[in-house]
């Protein structure tokens, strides 16, 4: 079956310094897989997305993510953080080739930054 | 920026009562979904419309949920008899295709059921 894991519940980290937030995922064949960022009263704001090519990803606001077939993780990274990206942030995963469109997303790292 | 959006920003109601959220997607777009996410717990799939019928539902999208466009820019959720297990935000999304395109979200209507 088809799963996300986000092993960090909430992590704390100081402005300026860099940040990894993990992401494993559990799928039958190579996915499509995504970061979302969710800041409050906000919806679900795509930060970058995994389709196929280059394992590296880079996305939007200075992210960036990685794809490692053999350890089925998409860890999303940001070399210097900014007090602005405090938010909570989902990865998810989707099914290639599916017509359907279904995401099945982890639970979500909540990110304090301290200034 | 198009974006998706979503009323009422937050809704109370009493057990058993029929609820219905709104979302208006981007307006090209072609597959409508509904998510929701129970505090504290992940984002869930409900089910996904494309074509003016549901194309996936999952196994929480039960006989007391339905979904319609009734206009064509609309898209709604119904819960017929709502339960306090219900209590959760409930997210739509829009994409222009499937198959990993991207799905852009709405903020959201926070349900209270009590």
């Known amino acids: 079956a088809q799963s996300v894991t986000q092993p960090d519940i909430h992590i704390t980290v100081s402005e300026g310094a860099s940040l990894e937030l993990r992401c494993n995922y559990s799928?039958?064949?190579?996915?499509?897989l995504f970061w979302y960022v969710q800041s409050p009263g906000q919806g679900l704001q795509l930060l970058l997305k995994?389709?196929?090519?280059?394992?590296l990803v880079q996305g939007i606001k200075g992210f960036e993510a990685e794809f490692k077939r053999s350890q089925s993780s998409f860890n999303l990274r940001k070399p210097s953080v900014h007090w602005s990206d405090a938010a909570e942030y989902f990865c998810?995963?989707?099914?290639?080739?599916?017509?359907?469109?279904?995401?099945?997303f982890g639970r979500g790292t909540q990110l304090t930054v301290w200034p | 920026e198009p974006e998706v959006t979503q009323t009422p920003s937050h809704q109370v109601t009493q057990m058993g009562q029929e609820v219905i959220l709104r979302c208006v997607p981007i307006s090209n777009h072609l597959y409508f979904y509904w998510y929701r996410q129970i505090l504290g717990q992940k984002v869930e799939f409900l089910v996904s419309?494309?074509?003016?019928?549901?194309?996936?539902k999952s196994e929480i999208f039960d006989d007391q949920f339905s979904v319609e466009r009734p206009d064509g820019s609309n898209f709604t959720l119904k819960i017929r008899s709502t339960k306090l297990e219900d209590s959760a935000m409930y997210f739509c999304?829009?994409?222009?295709?499937?198959?990993?395109?991207?799905?852009?979200f709405g903020p959201g209507t926070r349900l209270l059921v009590l």
């Open positions: 995994y389709f196929s090519g280059d394992t």
């Open positions: 799928y039958g064949a190579t996915p499509y």
């Open positions: 999304a829009s994409s222009l295709l499937a198959g990993g395109e991207t799905q852009y």
């Open positions: 419309f494309y074509n003016n019928e549901i194309s996936e």
């Open positions: 998810a995963v989707g099914a290639r080739g599916s017509t359907l469109g279904r995401l099945y």
